[in-house]
Antibody
Framework: EVQLVESGGGLVQPGRSLRLSCKGSGFAFGDYGMSWVRQAPGTGLEWIGFIRGKPFSETTDYAASVKGRFTVSRDDSKSVAYLEMNSLKTEDTAVYYC??????????????WGQGVLVTVSS | DIQMTQSPSSLSASVGDRVTITCRASQTIDSYLNWYQQKPGKAPKLLIFAAYSLEGGVPSKFSGRKSGTDFTLTINNLQPEDFAVYFCQQTYTTPWTFGQGTKVEIK
């Protein structure tokens, strides 16, 4: 059974850093791209970044709102993806989800999601 | 960035109804369009990928269509478990963007 479990959320002051982890199981983790998606309270979904799988050289891409502040990485030996968040702002307060990329030919979607972790940025 | 505009933002429907949600892309996205269902306090669930394809395990009451840059999600025979928020997402180009969501409520 495919599972994704996030950890590392919590309360953090503006300007500080936090690292989220996403542990995958039940699939060949290294073969899959992984995305991070966030959802601010009572709002919609925002894709913030991804890291491609080993077949695609583990390249990354980010939304403009987090580029230069957030970094997505992975350790395939541990089946974990990370979201390193620096210079946090109050507007980064959200539930953060990791999700697995589904590849159907050239089409991409997010077929498995973690349970989400809440990050609250407040003084 | 590609803007995804969903309509309506909310709708009320009765059990047994058929509902249709529309998502319009601000530019061509071919068929790089996915639909998700989200229930309160839960992660989104993939329903439809590549505009038309039903994700495994998703009942055939859900269907997707495409006409140019307009995409629709139709839910037939609405059941209590279908009341949720539905999001579209384009993966044609980064940044991948979502529609603002459509809340399907019980009438």
């Amino acid at each position: 059974e495919v599972q994704l479990v996030e950890s590392g959320g919590g309360l953090v002051q503006p300007g500080r850093s936090l690292r989220l982890s996403c542990k995958g199981s039940g699939f060949a983790f290294g073969d899959y791209g992984m995305s991070w998606v966030r959802q601010a309270p009572g709002t919609g979904l925002e894709w913030i970044g991804f890291i491609r799988g080993k077949p695609f050289s583990e390249t990354t891409d980010y939304a403009a709102s987090v580029k230069g502040r957030f970094t997505v990485s992975r350790d395939d030996s541990k089946s974990v993806a990370y979201l390193e968040m620096n210079s946090l702002k109050t507007e980064d307060t959200a539930v953060y989800y990791c999700s697995r990329h589904k590849s159907s030919g050239v089409f991409r979607s997010l077929d498995y999601w973690g349970q989400g972790v809440l990050v609250t940025v407040s003084s | 960035d590609i803007q995804m505009t969903q309509s309506p933002s909310s709708l009320s429907a009765s059990v047994g109804d058929r509902v249709t949600i529309t998502c319009r892309a601000s530019q061509t996205i071919d068929s790089y369009l996915n639909w998700y269902q989200q229930k309160p306090g839960k992660a989104p669930k993939l329903l439809i990928f590549a505009a038309y394809s039903l994700e495994g395990g998703v009942p055939s009451k859900f269907s997707g269509r495409k006409s140019g840059t307009d995409f629709t999600l139709t839910i037939n025979n609405l059941q209590p478990e279908d009341f949720a928020v539905y999001f579209c997402q384009q993966t044609y180009t980064t940044p991948w963007t979502f529609g603002q969501g459509t809340k399907v409520e019980i009438k």
